[in-house]
């Protein structure tokens, strides 16, 4: 099975400062990998998924952009953080090739001031 | 529009009871559905996964059931105990790249 490692776990910024989340998969090659967003008490929103190197699917507008420069390695970035950017980020993978199981990192928990 | 709901939003249970969740979607197309367990802080982790053929699925005190005529699913829990506490969120995969969760039910076992 996968292991999805994630880090910080948790991260505390002032708003208008940048942000680099990482996320590297165990397990498996050239999987789909996952950066989902998780506000307190609400459903994960997934931000952006890709399906190999370099390639970004973004799914919502926002602040926020993604980077894939290997097989299984996955970023989170924005120049300019805003209040709103606050909440549970976690990274997910899946084998490709049909409807596998995603499996979900640790996640980290980011405090915009 | 696809979409997956859950019932109740949150539950508060004595230690050594039962509970049962439920799930009702409106996702096409239906590949499968997963109950997952989400401590809090930590990822989401898999359940039980049924396909649309499949009615029923168990994973020790966990029992999940699928109806895909009326696109409901429920998660019933046996026996509870303290490390039940968490939220449980329905997740329908369409086949595609993209999952449908639900918001959850955040469950507490109480001593």
């Known amino acids: 099975s996968q292991t999805i490692h994630q880090w910080p776990a948790t ?6 400062s940048p942000l680099s989340l990482e996320c590297t998969v165990e397990g498996t090659s050239n999987p789909n990998l996952y950066w989902y967003r998780q506000a307190a008490g609400r459903g994960l929103q997934l931000l952006f998924y ?48 049909g409807p596998y199981e995603q499996y979900f990192g640790p996640g980290t928990r980011l405090t915009v001031t | 529009k696809n979409q997956v709901e859950q019932s109740p939003q949150s539950l508060i249970i004595l230690e050594g009871k039962n509970c049962t969740l439920q799930c009702n979607y ?5 590949s499968n559905l997963r109950w997952y367990k989400q401590d809090t802080g930590r990822g989401p982790v898999s359940l ?7 009615n029923t699925k168990s994973n020790g005190r966990y029992t ?5 005529d009326t696109k409901q699913s429920s998660l019933h829990i046996t026996a509870s105990q303290l490390s039940d506490s968490a939220s449980y969120i329905c997740v329908v995969n369409t086949g595609f790249q993209k999952l449908v969760f639900g918001t959850g039910t955040r469950l507490l076992v109480s001593p």
């Open chain 2, 64 to 68: 999940a059931t699928l109806d895909a």
């Open chain 2, 48 to 54: 039980t996964i049924m396909t649309f053929s499949e």
């Open chain 1, 11 to 16: 991260l505390v910024q002032p708003v208008g």
């Open chain 1, 50 to 97: 890709s399906v190999g190197i370099g390639q970004i699917s973004s799914e919502v507008p926002q602040n926020l952009s993604a980077s894939r420069p290997q097989d299984r390695q996955f970023i989170l970035s924005s120049k300019k953080l805003l209040l709103s950017d606050s909440g549970f980020y976690l990274c997910a993978g899946k084998q490709t090739g």
């Open chain 2, 26 to 30: 409106t996702v096409s197309p239906f």
